[in-house]
């Protein structure tokens, strides 16, 4: 069974749907959690899953091996970063080598870079008067949200539509596409 690490600093519907998406098929993944912020509710979402889940702080992060080890020590075979907010460090990212992907709520290069997350994006591109938005997968380097892409898909963006109509646009494109690339990379 293929085992799959998956990042996340917040609610983490990212992380539940992808799990779901797996469940009950016959080449299936073992999930693992992971998060740096106690009161995510991924954590909840882990425990009703029964997927495990660790919390890791800034040291452990930034300052030791203690993740790149675990997950090695598991057999990970691909870091799913879902809403994750830490840059992800060079130890982590040389031992795991073209195998960590990240999903972005709009089209990259347009709408990234530090700070460009969650709901501001989506006020942003309201704002900005644009036409269409959509989701970037993408491998992630050591600079946020600069990683070779692997997948881009588009939605419309009415005018009538507020931030809010946006994100839930854009939700449902990331859970559709996300757990179909995992399983394209994982190739089961
Ligand atoms: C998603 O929109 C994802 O693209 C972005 O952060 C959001 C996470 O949402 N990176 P959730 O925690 O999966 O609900």
Sequence with gaps: ???VAVF??????????????????????????????????????????????????????????AIVEKLQDEGC??????????LVPENIINAFKGKIINIHPALLPKYGGKGMYGSKIHEAVVANGETETGITIHYVDENYDEGKIIHQVKCDVLPTDTAADVESKIHALEYKHYPEVVEKLLNI
């Design 1 to 3: 069974m293929s085992s």
């Design 8 to 65: 996340a600093s917040g609610s983490g519907s990212n992380a539940e749907n992808i799990v779901k998406y797996f469940e009950g098929r016959l080449f299936s993944a073992d999930f693992h959690f992971l998060t740096n912020n106690k009161k995510a509710f991924v954590i909840e979402r882990a425990r009703k899953l029964n997927v495990k889940c660790t919390l890791f702080n800034r040291e452990e992060f930034y300052n030791s091996d």
């Design 77 to 86: 075979e691909l870091i799913v970063l879902a809403g994750f907010l830490w």
